[in-house]
C-alpha cells in the first residue's frame, strides 16, 4: 500500500515536472527566436560569435548573446555646390549643383558584421554619419568629374555625368554600397558669386 502511494505521488511529480517542461520550453524559444523584418538584419555577438541574419531569423540565448538589428534600406547623401563654392566646369563656368548619392549597406554577412564592428548598427543607418564618413569623397568626386565636363555638355548629358562618378567613386565603401547618383538641381551661377 505504501509502495503504491509512493509510485503515484512519484508519477504525480514526473507528470506536473513534466508539463512544466512542456509549456516552457515552447516558451523560451519563442522568445529566444528573433525575426528579422523586411529590410533589416539581425546581428547577434556573444559565445557563438558574430551570427547575422537577413532572410529569417536566428535564436538568442539571453545572457550569453546580445542581438541589434541594422537598417538596410537605400539612404540618400545630397551634397551641394552652390554659389561661391559651385562647380567649375572644362570651360570654366561655374554651376551651382545638387547631387544625390543613393547609399546601402551590401546583404552579405561579411560586410554587415564589418560595418557593425567599425561604426555599429545603430550608427550605420544615421544619416548624419553617413554624411560625415562620405561627403568629403563624394564631393571631391563631383569636382573631379566636373571638370571632365562643359557646362552644356554636363546639363545635357546627365547620364554620363553619373556613370563618370561611379567610376571614380567606385561601388564598395567599406561594406556599404553606392547604388546610384542623380543630379537633383543644375544651373548657372549667380554672377554676383563669380
Known sequence: MIYLQATSQ???????IGAVILFIIPIMLARWYKKVPQGKAIIATGLRGTRVAFERGLFVVPVIEIHERMDLSVKTIEIVRMKEEGLICKDNIRADIKVVFFVRINKDANDI???AQAIGCARA???ATLREL???KFS?????VGKRFDFV???DNRVKFNLANQETIGEDLNGKKK???TIDNLELTEISYL
Open 125 to 127: 543607418s544615421d544619416l
Open 10 to 16: 512519484a508519477t504525480i511529480v514526473v507528470s506536473i
Open 140 to 144: 571631391e568626386a563631383i569636382k573631379t
Open 134 to 136: 562620405f561627403e568629403a
Open 179 to 181: 547604388d546610384d547618383c
Open 113 to 115: 558584421k564589418n560595418v
Open 153 to 155: 555638355e554636363l546639363y
